[in-house]
C-alpha cells in the first residue's frame, strides 16, 4: 500500500497553476520585445516554410518517460536557429507557438497538456526574441551572431525545462520534479547538438541556397541516424530492464519477496501506469492480487482492471491485450473505458501446461502513447521467467513447510517445536515457566490394526484438531512424531502447567464418531518446565517424554518429571550391555513361588519368576530388566532362560516322585514370534516334561489386546497340550465375556484386587464375579498376593480354590525351595503319591 507521509496528488487539471504563469510570461516579453524592436512581423513566406520544417522536426526521435509525462527529444532547435536569424522575433514566436499547438493536437493529448505545452513555447520564444532584441543586432554568420542566436535558443530550451519540472513538483512533489531536472540532461545535450547544427547550417546557406540539396541529403542521415539510436536506446533499456528484472526476480524469490521485486520493474520496464500480479488459491496459499503503481512506492492489494479479462486468459491460456493497434479481444473495452484505462495487456504466468495465474500492465504512460505488439513479446517473456521463479518460490516455501510441519496433521512438527523452544528458553520472564506438554495417545495400535491405518489417521487428525482448538492462543501445538503431541507456552507455574494439562486431556477424551462407529480415545499426558527441568529444549523434550512414559503405567493420568524417572531411565539404559553378558554367563536366577489349594493348603505348583543379582547395583526389578530385554532384542533368550531352569526343575522333582507343574510368564511380545510354539515343543521333549504340567502365563493387555493377532499362537500352545492363564486379570479394560474367544484354562486375579478385599467392599465384589463368572466358563481362578489369614477366608467363602502369596512363601531359589519343603509338607503324603499337602504352621 502506499506509504505514510505522501504529498497528496493533484489532478493534471491542476496544470493551469503553471500554465497561467507562462502565458503571462509570453505576453509580457511579447509586449518589452515589441516596443523596443524595430519590425516585429514580415517574411511570411519564409516563415510558412520554417512553420513546415518545425512542425516535421517537432516529431519525437527519442521519448523518455518520467513518472506519468513523456519527454520527447526532437530536432525542433534546427529550424529555431534558422527562424532566428531569418524572421523577425515576433514571428519566430508566433510559428514556434502555432507549431506546438499543431504538433500536440496531432497526438491527441488533453486539453489541459496542449495549452501548457502551447503556453511554454510561446513564453520561451517570447523571452528567448526579447534577449536577441537585447543583444546587438544580428550582422552576418560570424562568432557574434553564434552567441546571439545560441542565448536566444537556451531561453527557449531554459524555459522548457524549468516549466516541466515545476508542473511535476505541482501535481506529483519534488522527488518527480527533480527526477524530471535529472532526465533532462541528455535533452539538455540534444538541444545544444541541434544549435550547433543549424548554425553549420546557416553558414552553409549564407554561403550557396545550393547546399540545400546537400543539406537535404544530411538531414535524411541525420534523421535516420536519430531513429537508429532511438531504437538502439530502446532496445538496450529493455534488455537492461530485463536483466536486472531477471537477477531481482531470482534474488528475491528465495526470501518470499518476489511480488515486490516483479511489479515495480514490470511495471517501469512497460512504461504503464499498473502492474498487477494475480495467482489465483492453491493449496495452502491464498489468493494474491497486488499491483505496482506509477505514483505509490508500496503495493496495492487491488486492480484497476475487471477480474473478467484475468479469468478469460486462464481459461484460454492465451494473451489478451487491448488498445489501439493491439487489441485481440474488443469485448472489455467499454468496461476498461469506464474505468479510464485506455490500454492492458494481461498475459498468463505458466507453471508447465498449468496457468499459474496473470501479469497484466495498464495504461501506458503517455497520452499519445500505447502498447505495442514488441511491448507484448516484452511481457511474455518476463512472464516466462515470472511463471517459473514463482513456481519454485512456491517449491521453496513448501519445502520449507514440509520440512517444519507435520503432513499429516498441518501441525509443527518436533524440529519446529524444538526452535520455539530454543528461543522460549533464551527469555526471563520472573514468575513464568515454558511449559511442555507430551500427549501419547493411548490404543492407536488397535485402532490401526483392527480399522486399518486411515482411521489410524483419522483419529491423529481429529486429536490434532482437538488440540489445536482447546489450547490457549499463545500455545504452539505441534506433533512430535508416531501418536505423541506436543504444546509449549508460557504458564504461572508447574502446577498451572499440571491443570491445563488435565484440561486438555479431558477434551481430547470426548468421543470420537468416525461413520457409524464411535471410539473412546485416551491419553498420557507427560510435563516438562523450564527452568526447573532443563535449561534446552533438547533437556526439555528428553525429560517430557520420561514423564509421558511413567504417565502410561497409570492409564490416562499426567505426569509431571521428577529426578527419579531419569536415574531409572538411565538406570535402564546401562543395564542393557550388562544384561546381555548376565545371558551370557548365567548370570540371572530362577526363583520359584508356590501355588496352592486355598481349601487345604495341598502344593499344586510353582511360578518361575526370574530374578538378577547386579555386581553394581544390586538386585535389579524384574519390570526393569524385562523392560531391557523387551526394548534390545533380548526377551526370547530371557524366556528361554526361564523356560530351561523351570522345567529342568519340573523334570527333576518327577524323577524325585514330586511332579510338580510349573508356570512361566510371558511377553506380549512373545505371541507375535510364530516360532515360539515350535521352540516350546523343543524343550519340552529335551526334558521329557508332559505338556500339562506347562502353564504359560500373558498378561491382560497382552491377550486381550483388542485383536485376534495373539489367538493363533495360543491355539497352538493350546493343541500341544500347554495350559494358558491370564495374568493380572483387572487391570485392563476387557471383560471376562472376552475370555470365551480365547483358548485359556486359567484366570489370575490381579493382587491388588485381592489385597484390598478385607477393607474394599469393591474389591471384594470384583473377585467374586470373577471367580463366579469363571467358573461358570469352565476356567481355573489363581488368586495373586494372599498375605493375610481374614484374605484366606474371604476366598475359600467366595469358592476361590489356587492362591500364590506371602502368606504361604515368597519366591525362593531352589536350593531354599527344597528346604521349603521339607519343613512344610507332611511325609504321609508323598508315601501316597498324592501333591505334597502343606502343614498349617502357627
Same mark, same amino acid.
Given at each position: 500500500?502506499?506509504?505514510?507521509?505522501?504529498?497528496?496528488?493533484?489532478?493534471?487539471?491542476?496544470?493551469?497553476?503553471?500554465?497561467?504563469?507562462?502565458?503571462?510570461?509570453?505576453?509580457?516579453?511579447?509586449?518589452?520585445?515589441?516596443?523596443?524592436?524595430?519590425?516585429?512581423?514580415?517574411?511570411?513566406?519564409?516563415?510558412?516554410?520554417?512553420?513546415?520544417?518545425?512542425?516535421?522536426?517537432?516529431?519525437?526521435?527519442?521519448?523518455?518517460?518520467?513518472?506519468?509525462?513523456?519527454?520527447?527529444?526532437?530536432?525542433?532547435?534546427?529550424?529555431?536557429?534558422?527562424?532566428?536569424?531569418?524572421?523577425?522575433?515576433?514571428?519566430?514566436?508566433?510559428?514556434?507557438?502555432?507549431?506546438?499547438?499543431?504538433?500536440?493536437?496531432?497526438?491527441?493529448?488533453?486539453?489541459?497538456?496542449?495549452?501548457?505545452?502551447?503556453?511554454?513555447?510561446?513564453?520561451?520564444?517570447?523571452?528567448?526574441?526579447?534577449?536577441?532584441?537585447?543583444?546587438?543586432?544580428?550582422?552576418?554568420?560570424?562568432?557574434?551572431?553564434?552567441?546571439?542566436?545560441?542565448?536566444?535558443?537556451?531561453?527557449?530550451?531554459?524555459?522548457?525545462?524549468?516549466?516541466?519540472?515545476?508542473?511535476?513538483?505541482?501535481?506529483?512533489?519534488?522527488?518527480?520534479?527533480?527526477?524530471?531536472?535529472?532526465?533532462?540532461?541528455?535533452?539538455?545535450?540534444?538541444?545544444?547538438?541541434?544549435?550547433?547544427?543549424?548554425?553549420?547550417?546557416?553558414?552553409?546557406?549564407?554561403?550557396?541556397?545550393?547546399?540545400?540539396? /546537400?543539406?537535404?541529403?544530411?538531414?535524411?542521415?541525420?534523421?535516420?541516424?536519430?531513429?537508429?539510436?532511438?531504437?538502439?536506446?530502446?532496445?538496450?533499456?529493455?534488455?537492461?530492464?530485463?536483466?536486472?528484472?531477471?537477477?531481482?526476480?531470482?534474488?528475491?524469490?528465495?526470501?518470499?519477496?518476489?511480488?515486490?521485486?516483479?511489479?515495480?520493474?514490470?511495471?517501469?520496464?512497460?512504461?504503464?501506469?499498473?502492474?498487477?500480479?494475480?495467482?489465483?488459491?492453491?493449496?495452502?496459499?491464498?489468493?494474491?492480487?497486488?499491483?505496482?503503481?506509477?505514483?505509490?512506492?508500496?503495493?496495492?492489494?487491488?486492480?484497476?482492471?475487471?477480474?473478467?479479462?484475468?479469468?478469460?486468459? !486462464?481459461?484460454?491460456?492465451?494473451?489478451?491485450?487491448?488498445?489501439?493497434?493491439?487489441?485481440? #479481444?474488443?469485448?472489455?473495452?467499454?468496461?476498461?473505458?469506464?474505468?479510464?484505462?485506455?490500454?492492458?495487456?494481461?498475459?498468463?504466468?505458466?507453471?508447465?501446461?498449468?496457468?499459474?495465474?496473470?501479469?497484466?500492465?495498464?495504461?501506458?504512460?503517455?497520452?499519445?502513447?500505447?502498447?505495442?505488439?514488441?511491448?507484448?513479446?516484452?511481457?511474455?517473456?518476463?512472464?516466462?521467467?515470472?511463471?517459473?521463479?514463482?513456481?519454485?518460490?512456491?517449491?521453496?516455501?513448501?519445502?520449507?513447510? #514440509?520440512?517444519?510441519?507435520?503432513?499429516?496433521?498441518?501441525?509443527?512438527? !518436533?524440529?519446529?517445536?524444538?526452535?520455539?523452544?530454543?528461543?522460549?528458553?533464551?527469555?526471563?520472564?520472573?514468575?513464568?515457566?515454558?511449559?511442555?506438554?507430551?500427549?501419547?495417545?493411548?490404543?492407536?495400535?488397535?485402532?490401526?490394526?483392527?480399522?486399518?491405518?486411515?482411521?489410524?489417521?483419522?483419529?491423529?487428525?481429529?486429536?490434532?484438531?482437538?488440540?489445536?482448538?482447546?489450547?490457549?492462543?499463545?500455545?504452539?501445538?505441534?506433533?512430535?512424531?508416531?501418536?505423541?503431541?506436543?504444546?509449549?507456552?508460557?504458564?504461572?507455574?508447574?502446577?498451572?502447567?499440571?491443570?491445563?494439562?488435565?484440561?486438555?486431556?479431558?477434551?481430547?477424551?470426548?468421543?470420537?464418531?468416525?461413520?457409524?462407529?464411535?471410539?473412546?480415545?485416551?491419553?498420557?499426558?507427560?510435563?516438562?518446565?523450564?527452568? #526447573?527441568?532443563?535449561?534446552?529444549?533438547?533437556?526439555?523434550?528428553?525429560?517430557?517424554?520420561?514423564?509421558?512414559?511413567?504417565?502410561?503405567?497409570?492409564?490416562?493420568?499426567?505426569?509431571?518429571?521428577?529426578?527419579?524417572?531419569?536415574?531409572?531411565?538411565?538406570?535402564?539404559?546401562?543395564?542393557?550391555?550388562?544384561?546381555?553378558?548376565?545371558?551370557?554367563?548365567?548370570?540371572?536366577?530362577?526363583?520359584?513361588?508356590?501355588?496352592?489349594?486355598?481349601?487345604?493348603?495341598?502344593?499344586?505348583?510353582?511360578?518361575?519368576?526370574?530374578?538378577?543379582?547386579?555386581?553394581?547395583?544390586?538386585?535389579?526389578?524384574?519390570?526393569?530388566?524385562?523392560?531391557?530385554?523387551?526394548?534390545?532384542?533380548?526377551?526370547?533368550?530371557?524366556?528361554?532362560?526361564?523356560?530351561?531352569?523351570?522345567?529342568?526343575?519340573?523334570?527333576?522333582?518327577?524323577?524325585?516322585?514330586?511332579?510338580?507343574?510349573?508356570?512361566?510368564?510371558?511377553?506380549?511380545?512373545?505371541?507375535?514370534?510364530?516360532?515360539?510354539?515350535?521352540?516350546?515343543?523343543?524343550?519340552?521333549?529335551?526334558?521329557?516334561?508332559?505338556?500339562?504340567?506347562?502353564?504359560?502365563?500373558?498378561?491382560?493387555?497382552?491377550?486381550?489386546?483388542?485383536?485376534?493377532?495373539?489367538?493363533?499362537? /495360543?491355539?497352538?500352545?493350546?493343541?500341544?497340550?500347554?495350559?494358558?492363564?491370564?495374568?493380572?486379570?483387572?487391570?485392563?479394560?476387557?471383560?471376562?465375556?472376552?475370555?470365551?474367544?480365547?483358548?485359556?484354562?486359567?484366570?489370575?486375579? #490381579?493382587?491388588?484386587?485381592?489385597?484390598?478385599?478385607?477393607?474394599?467392599?469393591?474389591?471384594?465384589?470384583?473377585?467374586?464375579?470373577?471367580?463366579?463368572?469363571?467358573?461358570?466358563?469352565?476356567?481355573?481362578?489363581?488368586?495373586?498376593?494372599?498375605?493375610?489369614?481374614?484374605?484366606?477366608?474371604?476366598?475359600?467363602?467366595?469358592?476361590?480354590?489356587?492362591?500364590?502369596?506371602?502368606?504361604?512363601?515368597?519366591?525362593?531359589?531352589?536350593?531354599?525351595?527344597?528346604?521349603?519343603?521339607?519343613?512344610?509338607?507332611?511325609?504321609?503324603?508323598?508315601?501316597?503319591?498324592?501333591?505334597?499337602?502343606?502343614?498349617?504352621?502357627?
Amino acid at each position: 500500500m502506499s506509504g505514510h507521509g505522501q504529498p497528496r496528488r493533484r489532478s493534471s487539471e491542476d496544470a493551469w497553476i503553471i500554465t497561467a504563469p507562462l502565458a503571462l510570461v509570453a505576453v509580457a516579453c511579447a509586449t518589452v520585445a515589441g516596443l523596443v524592436g524595430d519590425k516585429l512581423f514580415g517574411n511570411w513566406p519564409q516563415a510558412a516554410l520554417l512553420l513546415v520544417l518545425m512542425i516535421a522536426a517537432g516529431t519525437p526521435l527519442l521519448s523518455l518517460v518520467v513518472r506519468r509525462q513523456t519527454i520527447g527529444v526532437t530536432l525542433t532547435e534546427l529550424p529555431l536557429v534558422l527562424a532566428f536569424f531569418f524572421l523577425p522575433p515576433l514571428t519566430v514566436a508566433v510559428i514556434y507557438t502555432l507549431t506546438s499547438l499543431i504538433t500536440h493536437t496531432r497526438q491527441r493529448l488533453s486539453a489541459h497538456k496542449v495549452w501548457f505545452n502551447v503556453a511554454r513555447a510561446a513564453a520561451g520564444t517570447s523571452l528567448g526574441a526579447l534577449v536577441l532584441q537585447a543583444l546587438p543586432p544580428i550582422d552576418g554568420v560570424g562568432p557574434r551572431t553564434w552567441g546571439s542566436i545560441f542565448a536566444a535558443v537556451s531561453m527557449v530550451i531554459l524555459v522548457s525545462i524549468t516549466s516541466v519540472a515545476a508542473v511535476h513538483t505541482l501535481l506529483y512533489g519534488w522527488q518527480t520534479g527533480r527526477g524530471a531536472l535529472r532526465t533532462a540532461k541528455p535533452a539538455v545535450l540534444t538541444a545544444a547538438i541541434n544549435v550547433a547544427v543549424g548554425l553549420i547550417v546557416l553558414i552553409l546557406i549564407r554561403n550557396t541556397w545550393w547546399s540545400l540539396l /546537400l543539406l537535404a541529403v544530411l538531414g535524411a542521415g541525420v534523421v535516420l541516424v536519430y531513429s537508429s539510436y532511438a531504437q538502439f536506446f530502446r532496445q538496450h533499456r529493455t534488455l537492461s530492464d530485463l536483466y536486472d528484472l531477471t537477477r531481482a526476480v531470482v534474488a528475491s524469490g528465495q526470501n518470499g519477496t518476489l511480488p515486490d521485486a516483479l511489479l515495480g520493474r514490470v511495471r517501469a520496464l512497460m512504461q504503464a501506469e499498473y502492474a498487477t500480479l494475480w495467482l489465483p488459491a492453491q493449496g495452502r496459499h491464498p489468493e494474491t492480487l497486488l499491483t505496482a503503481r506509477v505514483d505509490d512506492p508500496g503495493l496495492l492489494d487491488q486492480a484497476h482492471t475487471p477480474s473478467a479479462i484475468r479469468d478469460r486468459v !486462464r481459461e484460454t491460456r492465451r494473451t489478451v491485450a487491448i488498445g489501439r493497434g493491439v487489441t485481440t #479481444d474488443g469485448e472489455f473495452r467499454t468496461d476498461l473505458n469506464e474505468r479510464r484505462i485506455k490500454d492492458a495487456v494481461v498475459v498468463p504466468l505458466r507453471s508447465g501446461e498449468v496457468v499459474i495465474g496473470t501479469l497484466e500492465v495498464a495504461n501506458r504512460i503517455g497520452d499519445g502513447n500505447n502498447f505495442t505488439s514488441a511491448d507484448i513479446a516484452v511481457l511474455e517473456t518476463v512472464a516466462a521467467h515470472a511463471g517459473v521463479a514463482l513456481e519454485n518460490s512456491r517449491l521453496v516455501d513448501q519445502l520449507r513447510y #514440509d520440512a517444519y510441519h507435520d503432513a499429516l496433521t498441518k501441525l509443527p512438527n !518436533r524440529r519446529r517445536i524444538t526452535g520455539a523452544l530454543d528461543e522460549s528458553v533464551k527469555i526471563r520472564a520472573p514468575g513464568e515457566v515454558v511449559a511442555l506438554l507430551l500427549f501419547d495417545v493411548d490404543g492407536l495400535r488397535q485402532v490401526n490394526e483392527s480399522l486399518g491405518h486411515a482411521a489410524g489417521d483419522k483419529v491423529l487428525a481429529e486429536v490434532a484438531n482437538r488440540l489445536r482448538a482447546s489450547a490457549p492462543s499463545s500455545a504452539l501445538v505441534g506433533r512430535a512424531g508416531g501418536d505423541e503431541f506436543l504444546v509449549t507456552l508460557r504458564l504461572e507455574s508447574a502446577e498451572a502447567a499440571l491443570e491445563l494439562a488435565a484440561q486438555l486431556r479431558d477434551q481430547i477424551r470426548d468421543e470420537m464418531v468416525f461413520d457409524a462407529l464411535t471410539l473412546d480415545v485416551d491419553t498420557a499426558v507427560g510435563v516438562a518446565v523450564h527452568p #526447573d527441568h532443563g535449561s534446552d529444549a533438547a533437556a526439555l523434550l528428553l525429560r517430557v517424554d520420561l514423564a509421558a512414559t511413567a504417565a502410561k503405567s497409570v492409564p490416562g493420568s499426567v505426569q509431571l518429571f521428577n529426578p527419579a524417572l531419569e536415574s531409572r531411565s538411565l538406570r535402564r539404559l546401562g543395564l542393557a550391555g550388562d544384561l546381555r553378558r548376565a545371558l551370557d554367563q548365567d548370570e540371572l536366577e530362577v526363583y520359584f513361588q508356590p501355588k496352592v489349594t486355598l481349601r487345604d493348603r495341598r502344593l499344586v505348583g510353582v511360578e518361575c519368576l526370574a530374578r538378577w543379582e547386579h555386581p553394581a547395583h544390586g538386585t535389579v526389578a524384574p519390570e526393569d530388566f524385562v523392560a531391557v530385554a523387551e526394548h534390545t532384542g533380548q526377551l526370547s533368550r530371557l524366556t528361554e532362560v526361564v523356560l530351561r531352569e523351570g522345567l529342568r526343575r519340573s523334570r527333576d522333582w518327577a524323577l524325585a516322585d514330586q511332579p510338580l507343574p510349573i508356570a512361566v510368564n510371558l511377553s506380549a511380545r512373545t505371541l507375535i514370534d510364530q516360532h515360539f510354539p515350535d521352540r516350546v515343543q523343543e524343550l519340552l521333549t529335551e526334558y521329557k516334561v508332559p505338556a500339562q504340567r506347562l502353564t504359560l502365563e500373558i498378561t491382560e493387555s497382552g491377550v486381550l489386546d483388542g485383536t485376534d493377532r495373539p489367538i493363533p499362537t /495360543l491355539q497352538r500352545l493350546r493343541d500341544l497340550g500347554v495350559r494358558l492363564s491370564v495374568d493380572d486379570f483387572g487391570t485392563g479394560d476387557s471383560s471376562l465375556a472376552h475370555l470365551r474367544r480365547l483358548p485359556v484354562h486359567e484366570v489370575k486375579v #490381579d493382587r491388588s484386587f485381592v489385597q484390598g478385599m478385607a477393607t474394599d467392599p469393591g474389591d471384594l465384589a470384583i473377585v467374586n464375579a470373577v471367580v463366579t463368572l469363571s467358573q461358570q466358563f469352565g476356567l481355573a481362578v489363581v488368586a495373586e498376593g494372599v498375605e493375610s489369614e481374614l484374605t484366606l477366608e474371604l476366598l475359600q467363602d467366595i469358592g476361590c480354590e489356587i492362591g500364590q502369596g506371602f502368606l504361604f512363601s515368597r519366591p525362593l531359589p531352589y536350593e531354599r525351595l527344597a528346604a521349603w519343603f521339607g519343613a512344610q509338607v507332611e511325609p504321609e503324603t508323598i508315601s501316597n503319591g498324592e501333591l505334597p499337602r502343606l502343614r498349617v504352621v502357627p
